[in-house]
């Protein structure tokens, strides 16, 4: 590889950071049960040290994003032990995640809900969740809504519409300057009829009626499995309303598989676009990049590693696409050039660049070799096993 080249890749690693969920780490499963792994983290801090050991290893992942229920379940009234947590394993507060779905009282929605107190309810927590951001320093507040419907003519679509709105509104009054609102889609899951904000124009009528600091989220995972999410992508960004990503992968469906394990063509057409965009306007686009995935048959932690290696591989492949030469071949309809450009790129082996950059930041060449021979895994498996093994009888 070329000189140039190998300084295309190390100026994208330089500005590539990737936010880790801290749920990533937590025993999960599907509706059909769960495979408790003996290493699995069940308290924050635990979950806090093995992001801090995906950070140590690449380097890249200076924030986990916090589920305010799961995580923080003193909410504001506790950020010290947050605080701590962030400060002892290295990493700090990422978006957070305020939970709309999981009470009994959201069984007909949060924002959606026809019953008043409920929707305030739902309202107040998210001003909580956004005070818990500001205490904490967290930019990104982000917002996913389980609501909808599961049987026609049960719900009032255009209400709801409207409820959501004034709700989204409202939030966003709460929001310091520098904060921000994301508004994730879902098309379906858990509502199998209609959600309430099923796609990206929906979330993009959202977030503009809600105030300037409201962005669209795009979780790789929430669309039908013929949908160009590139295209999207470039939508978005032509109209300043990227807000970040959720990246996962799947092959039918909310799947939550490692990031480009079935489709990574995809993700690096979604790079592309987000660099093409960089080129041609000559600033870096503001644009969270956030993992969502939740691992049930892998390791944990190797699962996170992969995913962020891969994730580099695919961002630093995207930067060798030539903005000019492609523009040209655009220009001229050169199509099988235009093509190519994309394809070579893709193609090319970036892994021995990202090696050097990775030895030039003192980090190890190989986070997931490094991570075997670390004895954390070992020494975590033995810390927590009895731990995980009581959960095991208590799931039934
Ligand atoms: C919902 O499927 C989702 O993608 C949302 O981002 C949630 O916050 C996350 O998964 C964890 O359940
Ligand atoms: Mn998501």
């Known amino acids: 590889?070329?000189?140039?080249?190998?300084?295309k890749i190390f100026d994208a690693l330089e500005s590539f950071r990737?936010?880790?969920?801290?749920?990533?780490?937590?025993?999960?499963?599907?509706?059909?049960?769960?495979?408790?792994?003996?290493?699995?983290?069940?308290?924050?801090?635990?979950?806090?040290?093995?992001?801090?050991?995906?950070?140590?290893?690449?380097?890249?992942?200076?924030?986990?994003?916090?589920?305010?229920?799961?995580?923080?379940?003193?909410?504001?009234?506790?950020?010290?032990?947050?605080?701590?947590?962030?400060d002892r394993y290295g990493v700090l507060p990422g978006s957070i995640n305020p939970n709309l779905f999981q009470d009994q009282e959201?069984?007909?929605?949060?924002?959606?809900?026809?019953?008043?107190?409920?929707?305030?309810?739902?309202?107040q927590h998210t001003k909580d969740s956004i005070e818990l951001a500001r205490r904490l320093h967290s930019r990104d507040v982000s917002m996913w809504f389980a609501d909808g419907s599961n049987y026609p003519g049960t719900a009032n679509i255009r209400q709801r519409k409207q409820w959501f709105t004034e709700a989204l509104k409202e939030s966003h009054q709460a929001l310091s300057p520098g904060q921000r609102l994301l508004v994730e889609y879902k098309p379906f899951e858990p509502a199998f009829y209609h959600t309430d904000i099923a796609d990206w124009g929906m979330s993009l009528l959202l977030s503009r009626a809600a105030g300037p600091q409201a962005r669209v989220l795009v979780d790789t995972g929430h669309h039908y499995a013929a949908q160009n999410i590139e295209?999207?992508?470039?939508?978005?960004?032509?109209?300043?309303?990227?807000?970040?990503?959720?990246?996962n992968d799947r092959r039918y469906a909310d799947d939550d598989l490692t990031i480009g394990s079935i489709d990574p063509y995809q993700v690096f057409r979604i790079f592309h676009e987000i660099r093409h965009f960089e080129w041609e306007t000559g600033k870096q686009a503001d644009i969270a990049y956030m993992v969502d995935q939740s691992h049930n048959l892998k390791g944990k932690i190797e699962a996170m590693i992969q995913t962020v290696t891969v994730a580099q591989e695919?961002?630093?492949k995207a930067a060798l696409v030539d903005g000019r030469e492609l523009a040209t071949a655009q220009k001229d309809?050169?199509?099988?050039?235009?093509?190519?450009?994309?394809?070579?790129?893709?193609?090319?082996?970036?892994?021995?660049v990202i090696q050097e950059w990775r030895g030039s930041k003192g980090l190890p060449k190989n986070p997931m070799e490094a991570f075997r021979q670390s004895g954390y895994l070992e020494r975590i498996t033995k810390d927590r096993a009895a731990r995980n093994s009581r959960n095991i009888s208590s799931y039934a």
């Not at 509706?31 to 635990?46: D, L, N, V, W, Y």
């Not at 959606?112 to 309810?121: C, F, K, T, V, W």
């Open 106 to 123: 959201y069984k007909f929605g949060s924002f959606g809900n026809p019953d008043l107190a409920i929707r305030q309810r739902a309202l």
């Open 1 to 7: 590889m070329g000189v140039r080249q190998s300084e």
């Open 314 to 316: 695919l961002f630093s």
């Open 231 to 247: 295209q999207i992508v470039a939508w978005l960004l032509s109209e300043d309303m990227l807000g970040g990503f959720h990246f």
């Open 333 to 352: 309809c050169d199509l099988v050039r235009a093509e190519s450009l994309l394809q070579d790129a893709f193609a090319t082996d970036v892994r021995p």
């Open 18 to 86: 990737i936010e880790l969920p801290s749920w990533g780490f937590a025993n999960t499963g599907t509706r059909f049960g769960k495979f408790i792994q003996p290493a699995a983290a069940t308290t924050t801090e635990e979950k806090f040290s093995d992001a801090g050991q995906v950070h140590l290893l690449t380097g890249v992942c200076p924030t986990v994003a916090l589920h305010v229920l799961w995580d923080c379940p003193d909410g504001v009234r506790n950020t010290a032990d947050i605080k701590k947590f962030a």
